[in-house]
């Protein structure tokens, strides 16, 4: 993987300590993560407004994506392709899954696409 600093710079991203520990961080994931998620494994605390203006930064140069679950929370990724995504309704946890996204649908120009039901530890 390459320096995190490199990769914003490369984006005509600042690499500020806040920034460069968010991306850090979701550059690691193995999942989707959420606000709480990201900033508790993050080695510094930030407040909300700084990391919304960084995700809005980094959605803006395309190196994250976000969707909204059905806990009401936005969970971010860092993906260079579109993938649907897997929720568990009874432990809400999120997967990502291999069922790729169209690029239109009757038309309509697709973002992203929840699948939910349960998953196999909660059958």
Same mark, same amino acid.
């Given at each position: ?19 460069t520990a968010i991306f850090d961080v979701l550059q690691h994931a193995l999942s989707p993560l959420n606000y ?9 605390? *930030?407040? $909300? /407004?700084?990391?919304?203006? !960084?995700?809005s930064i980094f959605e803006k140069e395309g190196l994250v994506t976000k969707f909204e679950s059905d806990d ?28 790729? *996204?169209? $690029? /239109?649908?009757?038309?309509? !120009? ?14």
């Open positions: 993987m390459k320096e995190v600093s490199t990769q914003l710079t490369a984006h005509n991203i600042k690499p500020t300590p806040a920034r709480d998620q990201i900033t508790d494994q993050m080695p510094m605390r *930030i407040n $909300k /407004a700084t990391f919304y203006r !960084a995700i009401r929370k936005w969970y971010f990724e860092l993906s260079p392709v579109n993938h649907a995504h897997f929720i568990c309704e009874t432990c809400h946890e999120v997967r990502c899954t291999n069922v790729p *996204i169209p $690029k /239109a649908s009757e038309g309509n !120009a697709v973002k992203s696409v929840i699948l939910k039901g349960t998953c196999k530890a909660c059958q």
